[in-house]
């Protein structure tokens, strides 16, 4: 199972910027670009939802409140993902997750099956 740590939340005011990563290891066997990488976020008493996921082929696939304000991005040779998080709102504080699977990349939390521990992001004013 891939191991996964999140690094770089914080406190951020609306309209700002914030980039998050998360260093993966323990890929065992198979090439780091066959497993699809994510981030998902949890604010308090809401569901765990899917924010932007990347394939190993660099294909993205972004929640529709997140879109043209988040990027995610993946660096292979350093075994890192990223997401850049800009214009933020009120809405977007929350633990951000990052996930891994082995496979295809659904936008869907129950498919995968390595997690890190979390990255607050909090609102300030």
């Known amino acids: 199972q891939v191991q996964l740590v999140e690094s770089g939340g914080g406190s951020v005011q609306a309209g700002g910027s914030l980039r998050l990563s998360c260093a993966a290891s323990g890929y065992t066997g198979v090439t780091v670009s066959a497993y699809c990488m994510g981030w998902f976020r949890q604010a308090p008493g809401k569901e765990r939802e899917g924010v932007a996921v990347?394939?190993?082929?660099?294909?993205?696939i972004y929640t529709d409140s997140v879109k043209d304000r988040f990027t995610i991005a993946r660096d292979s040779a350093k075994n890192t993902l990223y997401l850049q998080m800009n214009s933020l709102k009120p809405g977007d504080p929350a633990v951000y997750y990052c996930a891994a699977r082995f496979g295809g990349c659904p936008l869907l939390r129950s498919f995968y099956n390595s997690w890190g521990q979390g990255s607050q992001v909090t609102g300030s004013s």
């Open positions: 990347i394939g190993g082929d660099g294909s993205t």
